[in-house]
C-alpha cells in the first residue's frame, strides 16, 4: 500500500510540473521506458505520441492553434532554461515583417541574382534545384536574417548588393513570419 501512494504521488508531481504551456497542450513526460499512458474520459481513450520524451495528445498534433504551441511545451519540458530564448523566437515569428515577391534572374554558384539588381549569398549552400526562367521566389526578414522561399525550400540569404525598389519586386504587407512560410512558395 504504500508503495502505491508513493507511486501514485510521483506520477501526479511530474504531472502536476508540466508548466503553462504543457498544460494548454495536454503535454507531459514519458515514463522511464519512455512509454506515454492513454487516458480515458468520457468513454473515449486518448491517444499520445511521444516526441523527444515528451507525450502530446494525438489531436493536439492535428489542431493547428495548439501545434503551434508544441515546440514550447517539449522545451518547457526538457529544457526549462531554454524556455525565454523560445518564447522571443516564436513571438519575432508572430509579428509583421518586411517581405517581397521577386524574381530569380540567375544562379552562380551560392550568388542568387535578381531581375532588380540584388545580389544574395546562400549562406547554408542548399540546393534550390532547377529555377527556369525568371523563377518566383520569396525574400523576407526572420529576425536578423534574411530567408528566401524558392521551390519549396526556404533557405538562409546574406545581402551582397540591395535595391530597395524596382518594378519587379512586390511588397508584401502585413504578413508574419508564420504566414510567409506557410505560403505555397515555401512549401
Not at 115 to 121: E, I, L, P
Not at 163 to 182: A, L, P, T
Request: aromatic share 10%; glycine share 6%.
Amino acid at each position: 500500500m504504500r508503495y502505491l501512494l508513493i507511486f501514485t504521488l510521483m506520477v501526479f508531481h511530474t504531472l502536476a510540473n508540466a508548466g503553462v504551456f504543457a498544460d494548454f497542450v495536454g503535454a507531459y513526460l514519458a515514463d522511464e521506458d519512455g512509454l506515454c499512458l492513454s487516458e480515458k474520459s468520457s468513454g473515449k481513450t486518448s491517444r499520445y505520441i511521444n516526441i523527444f520524451d515528451v507525450c502530446l495528445p494525438k489531436q493536439m498534433v492535428q489542431d493547428v492553434e495548439k501545434r503551434e504551441l508544441m515546440i514550447l511545451a517539449v522545451t518547457e519540458l526538457k529544457y526549462p532554461e531554454n524556455l525565454d530564448e523560445m518564447m522571443r523566437r516564436e513571438l519575432s515569428k508572430r509579428q509583421v515583417t518586411e517581405a517581397y515577391k521577386v524574381e530569380i534572374d540567375n544562379l552562380e554558384k551560392d550568388e542568387i541574382k535578381l531581375v532588380d539588381g540584388s545580389v544574395f549569398k546562400n549562406v547554408h549552400g542548399g540546393h534550390l534545384g532547377y529555377l527556369g526562367y525568371r523563377k518566383e521566389a520569396l525574400i523576407y526578414k526572420d529576425g536578423k536574417q534574411w530567408r528566401m522561399c524558392v521551390n519549396g525550400a526556404p533557405i538562409t540569404i546574406e545581402p551582397v548588393v540591395y535595391v530597395n525598389v524596382h518594378y519587379s519586386k512586390s511588397v508584401i504587407s502585413d504578413m508574419s513570419v508564420r504566414k510567409i512560410e506557410q505560403m505555397k512558395l515555401c512549401k
